[in-house]
């Protein structure tokens, strides 16, 4: 089983109180292990009683590790006294699982230094590391090698910096080809997945830290995150892999909400073994086509599926039409596609959520089912990617629509290509429409006073259908005007929410728990 280590790094022998409050606190919080880092402690008066309390009174078992400069820690003298904390730590009653060492240093150790961490190894498993906090290093399969050859190392374990999202797999492989138990960690925000997807590939441990401000890595989660948001607790070696793809991706809500969701089905007694990853991409086709093919390469990893977005929307269908999938046929006119969906078979599909949410909504709140759309009049504004996807479906299913946007030009070109008419944003308010839709971002905090419209179309009134896709605020300012008027109001989150289900739908052929959802993203806003 793979355990979830807290790191606690101890800055000064009188620090030790504090130390094990903050363990009991990780403990009762789903921790396995603590890593104690005792790097301050080797060498000063009273660290090596310090260190005997850690380890002796500390509730759970431990990892000892006193990390040397060179590879990110604080300690930075006498490796004899590095060698003389471990050693007196091995002897106590209790003594750690682990003694953590570099393995360059270990190499490294004069002859009776390494005979006597030897000697304390004996008692505790010797986990030997390589870390390099600013790359993949160059000799990593050599280490590797070296690690798994070396009688006195019970565990070996190796930390690099991502360079893409695509250095994870590696981790999945170093783990998934161990010889002995193994810990294969990327660092940075593209490293989380493997973080995460430790326990899939049943790594010895992960690390997790207790809050934001108490972790001893870049990108390290923390025990809060990776256990309710990211499903510590559910992952199996069978769980199926999804994420957002886009950049930056590290705002969005997408993990939460689709976590959530897998969440709400188990709690309902029909779970769907998956977890949702932010997955970073830079905007590059290239990068965007080689990080799929080795995600989609490693059958290990099930990974079946990713919401899309800015700016790989009209990347994913070139990526799926190159590697022969299928496009949904409007996503195709829409020259964008929010979803892929990958079959355990391997075969891709490029679909657009964002337009049938869009339509969804609007049906819902005319009450009408999509044949309904037919001869309805609706006004756009915008002619940017959403206000593309919104003029594609309402086109498609009949209705009259009419382009508003700031750069006529744009309003124009759109018009042109869904055969739809364009008009000046002055001339809105006296347009006559059933339906009005801000597909603009005019009115997104922190521009939350402001609306697309200069005053309110003279058509208005309790027919009329308004509809905002900006999310943030739920109630805009063009929201509150038409609410105003007495018009039937749909909010960004109504859109997002179901873009969101739909996906899931595809993904699991479940129904989507939608009010749970819905609620992670009021959360979010309102929170
Ligand atoms: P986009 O491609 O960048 O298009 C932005 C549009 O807004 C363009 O038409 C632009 O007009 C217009 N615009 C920007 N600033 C303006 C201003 N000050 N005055 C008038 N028009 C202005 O963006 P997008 O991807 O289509 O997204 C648009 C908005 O949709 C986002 O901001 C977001 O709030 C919302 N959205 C909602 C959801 C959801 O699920 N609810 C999902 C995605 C996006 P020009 O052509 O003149 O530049």
């Not at 022969?324 to 020259?335: D, K, S, T």
Request: glycine fraction near 8%; hydrophobic fraction near 45%.
């Amino acid at each position: 089983m793979t355990r979830l280590c807290v790191p606690l790094s101890v800055p000064h022998p009188d620090a030790v109180d504090t130390a094990l409050a903050d363990a009991a606190r990780a403990a009762e919080f789903g921790a396995d292990l603590i890593e104690w880092r005792v790097d301050a402690l080797a060498g000063v008066e009273g660290g090596t009683e310090a260190t005997a309390r850690l380890i002796e009174q500390g509730p759970l078992p431990c990892v000892l590790t006193c990390r040397h400069a060179d590879e990110g820690g604080a300690f930075d003298g006498d490796e004899a006294d590095r060698v003389a904390l471990l050693h007196h730590a091995s002897k106590l009653a209790r003594p750690p699982a682990y003694l953590d060492v570099e393995w360059a240093k270990l190499e490294a150790l004069p002859a009776p230094l390494r005979a006597k961490l030897d000697d304390a190894a004996a008692r505790c498993g010797l986990i030997a590391s390589a870390h390099d906090f600013t790359t993949r290093p160059a000799h990593l399969d050599r280490t590797i090698a070296g690690m798994a050859g070396s009688d006195a190392v019970r565990v070996a374990k190796l930390a690099w910096r991502a360079r893409s999202i695509r250095d994870n797999v590696e981790a999945f492989e170093i783990v998934s080809r161990r010889l002995k138990p193994t810990v294969a960690l990327c660092m940075g925000e593209d490293g989380l997945a493997s973080r995460v997807l430790a326990k899939k590939f049943g790594a010895l441990l992960t690390f997790a830290s207790l809050d934001d401000a108490r972790g001893t890595a870049p990108g390290q989660p923390t025990l809060d995150e990776i256990k309710n948001l990211y499903r510590w607790d559910a992952l199996t070696l069978d769980t199926k892999v999804f994420g957002v793809i886009g950049h930056p991706v590290g705002h969005s809500m997408s993990p939460a909400i689709h976590n959530a969701a897998f969440d709400r089905l188990a709690l309902d007694g029909e779970p769907f073994d998956g977890v949702y990853l932010p997955l970073p991409i830079p905007d590059a086709y290239e990068a965007f086509k080689a990080t799929m093919l080795t995600w989609l390469d490693f059958e290990p990893l099930h990974f079946r599926g990713a919401s899309v977005t800015i700016p790989h929307k009209a990347n994913l269908l070139r990526f799926v039409r190159e590697q022969g999938g299928r496009v949904e046929a409007l996503a195709e006119q829409i020259g964008a596609a929010n979803t892929l969906t990958v079959g355990d078979d391997g075969a891709l599909h490029a679909t657009n959520t964002d337009y049938a949410a869009i339509l969804d909504a609007t049906c819902d709140r005319l009450g009408v089912d999509r044949s309904g759309l037919r001869g309805l009049k609706v006004a756009v504004f915008g002619a940017g990617g959403v206000a593309r996807a919104i003029v594609a479906g309402f086109a498609h299913h009949g209705a009259g629509v009419t382009v508003f946007n700031r750069t006529p030009e744009r309003a124009q070109a759109l018009a042109e290509a869904f055969g739809v008419t364009a008009a000046p944003l002055d001339a809105a308010p006296a347009h006559a429409a059933d339906v009005w839709i801000n597909g603009t971002s005019v009115g997104m905090s922190p521009g939350a006073d402001t609306c697309v419209l200069a005053e309110p179309p003279t058509n208005w009134n309790a027919e009329t259908v308004v509809f905002d896709t900006v999310y943030n605020p739920m109630r805009t300012a063009l929201l509150a005007l038409a609410e105003s008027h007495g018009c039937r109001t749909i909010d960004g989150v109504d859109m997002f929410v179901r873009q969101a289900a739909a996906q899931f739908t595809g993904w699991t052929r479940r129904p989507a728990p939608i009010d749970a959802m819905r609620r992670v993203v009021v959360n979010r806003l309102t929170g």
